[in-house]
């Protein structure tokens, strides 16, 4: 073996070590890309909920669930999305000056209002993350002095202990 082999050797080992680095970059980019649209996701959805919260008349509540929780935790209060927005209509029909947003994880960020409820899908992946876009706006909320009129609506002990702290009066 020569000085021209191991010039050689070692050349080879420098590329793959930055073929590794260059590999790890994209995956880190690529992750921080999706962080990014989630914010940008997040940051629509909690302006429209806002919107619902300047709007509620006096005496009304805002009330946030967080949907897949509700259908698929332990304890399940609704088989699928659809009975969930039916027991979320039925809440707005008893107290008229109340609006329900139902929170889901889902693939594609969107949102739409049936009534007085509101149904939004986070988009994006990754798990939690109905979870993060409501303490985002449990954050907002609170900034803006006005989480008197908010309730939250989940089965999930953990995310319930962050959202009490966010609501703390």
Same mark, same amino acid.
């Given at each position: 073996?020569?000085?021209?082999?191991?010039?050689?050797?070692?050349?080879?080992?420098?590329?793959?070590?930055?073929?590794?680095?260059?590999?790890?970059?994209?995956?880190?980019?690529?992750?921080?890309?999706?962080?990014?649209?989630?914010?940008?996701?997040?940051? /629509? *959805?909690?302006?429209? @909920?806002? %919107?619902?919260? !300047?709007?509620? $008349?006096?005496?009304?509540?805002?009330?946030?669930? =967080? +949907?897949?929780?509700?259908?698929?935790?332990?304890?399940?209060?609704?088989?699928?999305?659809? /009975? *969930?927005?039916?027991? @979320?209509? %039925?809440?707005? !029909?008893?107290? $008229?000056?109340?609006?329900?947003?139902?929170?889901? =994880? +889902?693939?594609?960020?969107?949102?739409?209002?049936?009534?007085?409820?509101?149904?939004?899908?986070?988009?994006?992946?990754?798990?939690? %993350?109905?979870?993060?876009?409501?303490?985002?706006?449990?954050?907002?909320?609170?900034?803006? +002095?006005?989480?008197?009129?908010?309730?939250?609506?989940?089965?999930?002990?953990?995310?319930?202990?962050?959202?009490?702290?966010?609501?703390?009066?």
């Amino acid at each position: 073996m020569g000085a021209q082999d191991l010039i050689l050797g070692a050349r080879v080992a420098h590329l793959r070590e930055l073929k590794s680095e260059v590999a790890r970059l994209k995956s880190e980019c690529a992750a921080l890309r999706d962080e990014n649209a989630a914010l940008n996701a997040h940051m /629509e *959805l909690a302006a429209l @909920a806002a %919107r619902d919260l !300047a709007a509620l $008349p006096p005496g009304g509540r805002l009330v946030i669930v =967080d +949907g897949w929780n509700l259908i698929l935790g332990a304890k399940k209060e609704a088989k699928d999305p659809a /009975e *969930l927005v039916e027991r @979320a209509k %039925r809440r707005v !029909a008893e107290n $008229p000056a109340d609006r329900v947003w139902i929170v889901f =994880d +889902g693939p594609k960020e969107n949102s739409r209002v049936d009534g007085g409820v509101r149904i939004s899908y986070t988009g994006g992946k990754g798990p939690h %993350r109905a979870d993060r876009l409501i303490c985002d706006y449990l954050r907002m909320a609170r900034l803006s +002095g006005d989480v008197s009129r908010l309730e939250v609506v989940t089965n999930d002990k953990d995310f319930r202990r962050d959202a009490d702290r966010l609501l703390a009066r």
